[in-house]
């Protein structure tokens, strides 16, 4: 019946279903809210349909017999079933069932479907504090918790809006930037005077960051494909003061790497990726991804690791990052890397990260579930010779 509805009619029928279901509102006042969207939005008779079939889903809702889907079955029964009550897809479910198990598995999903919380980063290079953050954000009353892990972070679980009206953004005072995010900035450790390749740099949070980081002395050499996205960096630089150590190169990393003779001794890549780290604040995110996907960014992800190693000078550090939790964009593409680059190897990110965020291997990771933060990964690489 739902398969043959017109989309709008379907539309509203959704909204009435989540609003009762998930959101807990008053049934009755939904039902009579969307009766009222079908008449002006369709027709009268589409306001019957709606009340018929929303009054029927208060009753079962009423009696505790909504037809939920059972955990039951073989693995694969098992994850349709998580997807729906879970609201991910199939395959991804299947994949973290694989690598996290079940219950972690599930845990996630509910971190990714809860409300996301934001953070801010003070920008010294304008002249900002944490604490003069934190002043003007008691000013406008909004609730916040100071970063245990960065200096410059204040965490915001709601209250961005008045952040945003308040011009702080704007006025490149501060910017939204995720304490992960911040954490693979801590990882390359950008030291005043030094010189960084940021490989694939746009819209630049993390070049951002490095940059306030040198204190005015060095560069960051932001490279990107997309012209639009370090239209943005270059703007959002100038904005935040730190355009005197940015400079902007418009290139594919791999014909880049092969025709400069422009070598670091730290060299970011921050590689395109799946974002499976970040789905609380991308909620469409999940339906877009395709597993088909997965493979085609693991062979970017592969052919950029060996462009950007080119540019990292012998003793330099190559540091490798994605914001994703999938291994086989984290983990596996390192020790691919490592097999086809013996002249590199793993430096251990102890002295730059909380040692709660090193895993077995000396890799950073951010896991959403233990950390309360999006996913993300960093590794270093040295070169050796
Ligand atoms: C994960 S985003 C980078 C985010 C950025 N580091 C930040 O912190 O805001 C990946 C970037 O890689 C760029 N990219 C993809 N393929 C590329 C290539 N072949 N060469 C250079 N940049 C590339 C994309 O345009 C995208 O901006």
Redesign the pocket.
Known sequence: MFRSMEPLLLQILRIGFYEIVKLNMPPYAVVDENVKLAKVALRPGAGNMVNGILRKLVLVKENNSLPLPKLEGDSRAQARALATLYSHPVWMVRRWTKYLGQEEAIQLMMWNNSDPSFSLRANAAKGITRDDLVMQLNSLKVPHEVSLHLDDFVRVKIGLQNVIRAGLLKEGLCSVQDES?GLVVSVVDPQPGEDII??????????LYMASRLRGKGKVHA????KG?LRI?KETAKLQKVDGVVDTIH????T?AENSPMKSSKV?L????S?LGVLSKRADLRWNRRLEDMEQLKN?QD??LD?ASTLVSSGGVLIYG??SIDPEENEDRVEAFLVRHPEFRIDPVNRYVPSDFVTKQGFYFSDPVKHSLDGAFAARLVRTL
Do not use: S, Y
Not at 223 to 226: A, E, K, R, S, V
């Open positions: 995010a940021d490989c694939c740099a746009a819209p630049g949070g993390k070049t490279i990107d494909i997309n996205r960096l290139a594919d990393l791999r880049f970011l921050d590689a395109p990726c974002g970017l052919e950029l462009a994605t914001c």
